[in-house]
């Protein structure tokens, strides 16, 4: 059993001054480390009824990718704007200032499909719940959610009291 | 066996008009079809002599995540500028009208590892020529480097020749 927090290195000052960032690259690169987070999250979900994962660009796309090959499932790429080429749907969501938005192939979910979404990590939670609504204006179903580290301070969780989700790893202070 | 080039789609006009975009999100959401692309880079990767598999960002890390699960190796993440919290290694490529760079943590790779790098597709070859740079530039080795669909007719291949390049998809004409 590895201890996955172990290769999890918090850079200081990233994006900026006074935030420290989970980065997760010094995980995915120890074979044992990213092997045991995909078998924790599979083991999670092992009996969740569901048909397909999502992950959302770029980060959430490694976890879900290696999952959805673990588990045989479709996978369903969530994309910032203007990057998925045929029909889109699109869901804004506020950022700090401003906002942004992520977008969906309309036939990437077929009408009472279960999706699960995965993302590394959730902060204030925008972002998953964005792709959320993506998922079902597109007739699906949001069947869990699961997130390696989860930023408890910031509360984003609250965001998705609807939701069955799931956080590998609880930072629980700032 | 399926069939995988079935399960990709062509968009006319994107991103610009005139260009047809081959889109991989159909096959993705197709459970075997994305199980056959992965069985068959580990297929085809299975006696080569390396450590970890890179993918380059962001359709390159949904090849490299689940095939480096799958073959139980590191991954590495080579990233669009400003993404990589840590020190990193940049390298500029060229595009039809000026430039662009990808970066790697300086930290992903030790000297004398050998790395197979994953993407999507080859069109020019630009980014993918600079990530086996970056590796290269860390003291690894490129062990291979595995494209699922090559567009043969801009022979962006001619750009590789001192490596070991693999196309699961060959499209011969324009």
């Known amino acids: 059993m590895i201890d996955i927090r172990k290769l999890i290195r918090i850079v200081p000052d ?8 989970f980065d997760i690259t010094t995980l995915l690169k120890d074979k044992q480390g990213f092997q045991e987070v ?5 083991n999670h979900f092992k009996d ?5 994962i999502s992950g959302v660009e770029a980060r959430g796309f490694v976890f879900a990718s290696a999952l959805a090959y673990k588990m ?3 996978l369903i790429l969530i994309r910032k704007p203007g990057k998925l080429p045929a029909e889109t749907f699109s869901q804004e969501y506020e950022l700090e200032y401003g906002a942004d938005a992520v977008e969906m192939h309309k036939d990437a979910v077929e009408p009472g499909e279960k999706i699960v979404v995965i993302d590394d990590l959730i902060a204030t939670g925008g972002t998953v719940k964005a792709a959320c609504r993506l998922i079902e204006n597109a007739g699906g179903e949001v069947a869990g959610i699961g ?4 930023l408890c301070f910031l509360k984003g ?12 790893l609880k930072i629980e202070d700032d």
């Open 14 to 21: 990233f994006p900026k001054p006074g935030i420290g960032f």
């Open 38 to 42: 995909i078998d924790t999250f599979a």
């Open 48 to 52: 969740f009824d569901f048909d397909k």
């Open 72 to 74: 045989n499932k479709g």
């Open 147 to 150: 997130f390696m580290i989860e």
């Open 157 to 168: 969780i609250d965001k998705l009291k609807k939701y069955n989700v799931y956080s590998m």
